[in-house]
């Protein structure tokens, strides 16, 4: 038998008139008799086989489900994403909210419904696998055992073969288990006082005791300066009192005369050996002047080397989209402009470096191996067809190199020759021919020379 006074107003109601005073919202209050009530209590019999949604769960399931399934931070963020909170709202108020919302479907119990199977979508799966209530009823109580009540919560609430005993038996279980959980955390802030107590003891303890233990190693520490400085002057007079003694003995027994003898010989004998130190300085500015003459031609290799080495660092830049670069002509590196051009000989694995250096640069690029595996007869008509030649000649067979270097000045075509076949070498050589830097043929360049390398920006 239930007592229904005059004015009462359904949980429902008080909720949401005492979120909108909290949120500063005029919502008028509606009145209910005990037969809505009841009606709005009671869950709607469900014909579908799909899981219950969390608007058609029991409105005292809400609280607990939210709570307890979901942290703060989701709700809030939930609520303000929906905008039905203030920024300045407390975590009470944004709980109470969302509650409210998820009483009937819309987009905030929507989100709530969807951010609920995905985070315990372990704990759904498990409990659809229940096909009667006693199967999920074992579900639930060994989840409560095992302290894992939060996704069992949920996934209970939206078991279909969940029935109102065993969700009145979830919420009575949650239920207590809150009051459980406040008991123990009182008990833990006690503990905790008293530890924090015990900790401020120990430290003010152990603050003397550092105190009183620096005082004493001050003390120690002044009283072993001044021992060690005694020690010190103790030591520096047995010393002076030691050599004053050996002194006294040297001269008593004739040792001193035989020391400046012998220090004598060794003067004559250093004399002898900076005579022939003095030799030996001459052959060594000879030979510095030798050195002298290698240092020139090794500064004259670096300077092929660190001229190498930019040009490749210069076709090596990052490509550009030159078709609307205001920035055109100032562009670093070489540009060979759809010229051909022949490489014969060189390091046969470096071909296609070779030849992404030329295409990078704006050429068409043509090899040949100098006479290693490729016939020497095909070497005219490669030459015939090229615009420039460039040639390493560290690996090159003594026939092609002696029939190109022929051709090149007999039909005066551009050729440069490389001291070594690196990528370097090989960017430094394409750098050259655009220069109009070259070894032999023509007088005049190509048309796309001279064209120095402009610098970069």
């Not at 929906?82 to 909210?97: K, L, M, N, W």
């Not at 551009?414 to 070594?420: A, D, E, I, K, S």
């Amino acid at each position: 038998m239930s007592i229904e006074l005059p004015g009462w107003r359904p949980q429902e109601d008080l909720v949401k008139a005492w979120t909108a005073r909290f949120m500063g919202r005029d919502e008028p209050i509606v009145e209910a008799d005990a037969t809505d009530v009841r009606a709005a209590a009671a869950p709607a019999h469900r014909a579908s086989k799909l899981p219950p949604r969390i608007w058609e769960l029991e409105h005292k399931l809400l609280c607990p489900i939210v709570g307890t399934c979901l942290s703060m931070p989701e709700v809030r963020a939930l609520a303000r994403k929906h905008g039905v909170i203030p920024e300045s709202a407390s975590d009470y108020e944004a709980h109470v909210t969302v509650v409210s919302h998820c009483k009937g479907r819309n987009p905030v119990s929507e989100a709530v419904q969807k951010a609920l199977d995905r985070r315990h979508a372990l704990w759904v799966g498990r409990f659809a696998k229940a096909k009667s209530e006693t199967a999920a009823r074992e579900v639930w109580n060994a989840a409560l055992e095992r302290g894992e009540a939060a996704g069992a919560l949920w996934g209970v609430a939206s078991c279909r073969a969940a029935t109102p005993e065993l969700a009145q038996q979830v919420y009575e279980d949650i239920h207590m288990l809150s009051h459980q959980v406040g008991a123990g955390v009182r008990a833990d802030l006690m503990r905790v006082a008293e530890l924090e107590e015990e900790v401020r003891r120990m430290q003010a303890q152990l603050r003397r005791a550092g105190e009183k233990s620096e005082r004493e190693l001050a003390q120690r520490a002044a009283r072993i300066r001044y021992l060690e400085k005694s020690m010190a002057a103790a030591e520096e007079k047995a010393r002076e009192n030691d050599d004053l003694r050996r002194r006294v003995d040297d001269l008593a027994s004739g040792r001193a005369l035989a020391d400046l003898e012998r220090r004598l010989a060794a003067s004559e004998e250093r004399a002898a050996a900076l005579a022939r130190q003095a030799e030996r300085a001459e052959a060594l500015e000879q030979r510095l002047a030798s050195l002298g003459e290698e240092h020139r031609g090794l500064d004259e290799a670096l300077r092929q080397a660190r001229n190498g080495r930019d040009a490749l660092e210069r076709l090596l830049l990052e490509e550009r989209d030159c078709g609307d670069c205001a920035l055109h002509d100032a562009c670093p590196g070489p540009e060979l402009r759809g010229q051909r051009l022949l490489c014969v000989g060189g390091r046969i694995n470096l071909q296609a470096k070779y030849r992404q250096l030329v295409e990078k640069a704006g050429g068409q690029f043509i090899y040949h191996d100098g006479g290693k595996q490729e016939a020497l007869a095909r070497l005219p008509e490669l030459l015939g067809q090229a615009d420039a030649v460039i040639c390493p000649a560290d690996n090159v067979g003594h026939p092609a190199y002696y029939q190109l270097k022929r051709h090149c000045k007999q039909a005066r075509k551009p050729c440069v020759m490389l001291r070594g076949s690196s990528l370097a070498s090989f960017a430094d050589g394409l750098s050259r021919l655009a220069a109009g830097d070259i070894d032999f043929g023509a007088g005049s360049p190509l048309p796309f020379m001279p064209m120095a390398a402009k610098p970069v920006l």
